[in-house]
């Protein structure tokens, strides 16, 4: 138990910027292992954004409140998927070679297909969030920081690395992840499921739903990534976070809007 929440503290301060205990420690080899809590993390992430946008809700209009809420996301994480995101939208968006891309995928510079990225997803998040009955934005958050991350760790689980292995940024990441830790990243989203079904039976089609469509999601980016790149790089477990995280909003909005 002692090692699994160290696992746990790895993948947090792997992920955002958040403190760890000393005693944690570091190991390469327990950065791969703590991918299976990489959905842990996004629960994390999606209850701190909850927290700023219910009391955002206090002084400000929902819309504001989404705003600020989404701020905190990125402030917590230091925008490390949105990086990806756009990473992938530069080497990817136009016809050129694998190389090429890859060289793209590098360069710390951001280009007008990032940029557009970006400010595209953003707005869309912001957009759908804003939609959603307020007592279901905290619900969204938390299942959708949770799920993406998971969806981003089965490219790790069922895609061999594209990039440079022995320049790459998380070294440890480029090793293939074990059916187990798959798994169990896979229960930290039914728990988180299993307590919104608890709490409302009713929004089963809306919850199940948008789990269909981070599975679409995640298949879809596998698929994309093997064909142009021959596998995945880090930028791309960002954005499929980044992709797979509107795919809940979107797919609740949608569901709620016409139960």
Not at 72 to 84: I, K, P, R, S, V
Not at 231 to 248: F, H, I, K, P, R
Request: net charge positive.
């Amino acid at each position: 138990m002692r090692h699994e929440l160290r696992l746990f503290f790895i993948a947090l301060q792997f992920l955002t910027r958040v403190p760890v205990p000393r005693w944690v420690g570091w190991r390469d080899e327990w950065l791969h292992d703590s991918a299976r809590h990489f959905a842990a993390v996004g629960l994390v992430v999606g209850g701190v954004c909850a927290a700023v946008y219910h009391a955002a809700l206090w002084l400000w209009s929902p819309a504001v409140a989404v705003g600020l809420c989404i701020a905190a996301g990125l402030l917590l994480t230091g925008a490390f998927h949105e990086d990806g995101l756009a990473d992938v939208c530069d080497g990817l968006g136009g016809a050129v070679s694998r190389e090429r891309a890859l060289a793209i995928m590098k360069d710390s510079r951001i280009g007008a297909y990032g940029a557009i990225g970006i400010a595209t997803m953003l707005g869309l998040k912001a957009a759908a969030l804003a939609s959603l009955p307020a007592g279901w934005v905290a619900a969204a958050l938390l299942l959708a920081h949770s799920a993406s991350r998971a969806a981003a760790v089965s490219l790790v689980r069922w895609l061999p690395y594209a990039g440079d292995l022995e320049h790459a940024k998380a070294k440890p990441l480029a090793q293939r992840l074990s059916a187990a830790g798959a798994w169990v990243s896979c229960a930290w989203v039914l728990l988180v499921a299993a307590v919104l079904l608890a709490w409302r039976p009713a929004a089963a089609p809306a919850v199940l739903g948008s789990l269909l469509l981070v599975v679409v999601c995640a298949v879809a980016c596998a698929r994309w990534f093997r064909r142009r790149l021959g596998g995945y790089t880090g930028d791309c477990l960002g954005a499929t976070q980044q992709l797979a995280e509107l795919s809940v909003y979107l797919g609740l909005l949608a569901m709620l809007r016409h139960a």
